[in-house]
């Protein structure tokens, strides 16, 4: 069985500061890892992927994230961010790479000015 | 290029009344998703249909709820005689065939109020 684990419901930063937000999963195998961002009311919007190669994966934004296999996370990080960074940010896992993605609860993230 | 399209927006009905919610999934791609979301929780996945074939549906309710991905024409996801606790987001994605790209293209979703 797949699931995902975002331990912060929330997630407050000052403008400029750097960002994280944390994700866990556990698969049996090699995961493919997502981060999806929610702006209000809207769907879900692509941000980056973990499928095999280099931990250190970049993205859409600014943002990247690291896939860390031995302590099974995969954070998203910011170096600084923007006030319009502020969103609901979800974490997903595909255990079998056939797009089945499963999310986390999510997230929201508020960038204070 | 158009993304996924999804219609209607916001709808409204009252218990045991049913709904459709319909998704156009973007050009070329042959694959669709429909997910849930609760208020204040996160996206739980429903079913995933390629044109004519139910390739998952673990995450559908076993009553009331169907989906299909005619052959022309959209996806349509049916609830019937619905009730307070289907009131939520219903959220629909699409891709290209699997194993190529690995990212889901979300509509804007439908949001159905249950009164």
């Known amino acids: 069985a797949q699931s995902v684990a975002q331990p912060e419901d929330q997630v407050n930063v000052a403008e400029g500061n750097p960002l994280t937000v944390k994700c866990t999963y556990s698969?049996?195998?090699?995961?493919?890892l997502f981060w999806y961002v929610q702006y209000p009311n809207r769907g879900l919007q692509f941000l980056l992927k973990?499928?095999?190669?280099?931990?250190l994966v970049k993205g859409s934004y600014g943002f990247e994230a690291e896939f860390n296999k031995s302590q099974t996370s995969f954070h998203l990080k910011k170096p600084s961010a923007l006030v319009s960074d502020s969103a609901l940010y979800f974490c997903?896992?595909?255990?079998?790479?056939?797009?089945?993605?499963?999310f986390g609860t999510g997230t929201r993230l508020t960038v204070i000015p | 290029n158009a993304g996924v399209m999804q219609n209607p927006r916001h709808l409204v009905r009252r218990r045991g009344q049913e709904a459709r919610l319909r998704c156009s999934p973007m050009k070329g791609h042959s694959h669709v998703y429909w997910y849930r979301q609760l208020p204040e929780e996160g996206l739980k996945f429903m079913v995933y249909?390629?044109?004519?074939?139910?390739?998952?549906e673990s995450g559908m309710p076993k009553e009331r709820f169907s989906a299909e991905f005619p052959k022309e024409g959209p996806s349509i996801l049916r609830i019937q005689q619905v009730v307070r606790g289907d009131s939520a987001a219903y959220f629909c994605?699409?891709?290209?065939?699997?194993?190529?790209?690995?990212?889901?293209?979300f509509g804007e979703g439908s949001r159905l109020t249950v009164l």
């Open positions: 994605a699409s891709s290209p065939p699997a194993r190529v790209t690995g990212e889901l293209f």
């Open positions: 973990y499928i095999t190669g280099d931990n």
């Open positions: 997903a896992v595909d255990q079998t790479g056939a797009n089945n993605l499963f």
């Open positions: 249909l390629q044109k004519e074939n139910i390739i998952d």
């Open positions: 698969v049996s195998g090699n995961p493919y």
